[in-house]
């Protein structure tokens, strides 16, 4: 059973992830129908940036996930039997 402390850490990452895809979810589909000069467009940043951040979170994703496979391959290596 997870502690009171795990808990609460799965329940925050939980609520970021939430707020960070209804965010990217209003900027990218919700906020092309609104009127360019509307007050709403002040708190998203320009157009462009939401294919660039998701690109560059992703490459820095496979960056991660590729480094520990290495370094795990590279640890569980046997070394060559010498005859």
Request: hydrophobic residues 55%; aromatic residues 16%.
């Amino acid at each position: 059973m997870a502690t009171g402390a795990d808990q609460a850490v799965g329940f925050g990452l939980v609520g970021f992830s939430l707020l960070l895809f209804m965010y990217y979810t209003i900027w990218v589909i919700v906020l092309p129908f609104v009127d360019s000069d509307h007050v709403i467009h002040s708190y998203f940043l320009p157009r462009e940036y939401s294919v660039i951040l998701p690109g560059v979170a992703a490459l820095i994703l496979l960056l991660f996930v590729g480094t520990f496979i290495g370094v795990v391959t590279w640890k569980n290596r046997k070394p060559k039997k010498v005859d």
